[in-house]
């Protein structure tokens, strides 16, 4: 198993960036996939997750209206569009495989698997 998150960097507040997760050593479409942040001090936060099929999508309050997740099964990537960025969003953003997500209840559990993460810092 490998995922490989890519696409922070530093941007303005307001301003937007597209996270990647490249997926490879497994059946990419048979899990689903999230987000994860964590600041410097602070725990880590579920930001988003996918479902396999497409569809399915949960978001944590503090990103919801603002990030976009997506997932490109041919392509074995999962997207996380981030606008409207703020400088509470500085962290480093991990993908993760999912071991249980059930978007209705707002539970998006991470399972074993995990990128190497990506920086995004928000500031002027």
């Known amino acids: 198993f490998q995922l490989q998150a890519s696409g922070g960097g530093l941007v303005q507040p307001g301003g937007s960036l597209r996270l990647s997760c490249a997926a490879s050593?497994?059946?990419?479409?048979?899990?689903?996939i999230g987000w994860f942040r964590q600041a410097p001090g602070k725990e880590r936060e579920g930001v988003s997750c996918?479902?396999?099929?497409?569809?399915?999508?949960y978001y944590s309050d503090s990103v919801k209206g603002r990030f976009t997740i997506s997932r490109d099964n041919a392509k074995n990537t999962v997207y996380l569009q981030t606008n409207s960025l703020k400088p509470e969003d500085t962290a480093i953003y991990y993908c993760?495989?999912?071991?249980?997500?059930?978007?209705?209840?707002?539970?998006?559990?991470?399972?074993?698997?995990w990128g190497q993460g990506t920086l995004v810092t928000v500031s002027s």
């Open positions: 993760a495989t999912i071991d249980r997500l059930r978007v209705g209840a707002r539970i998006c559990i991470p399972g074993n698997y």
């Open positions: 050593g497994f059946r990419f479409d048979d899990y689903a």
């Open positions: 996918i479902s396999k099929e497409i569809g399915r999508t």
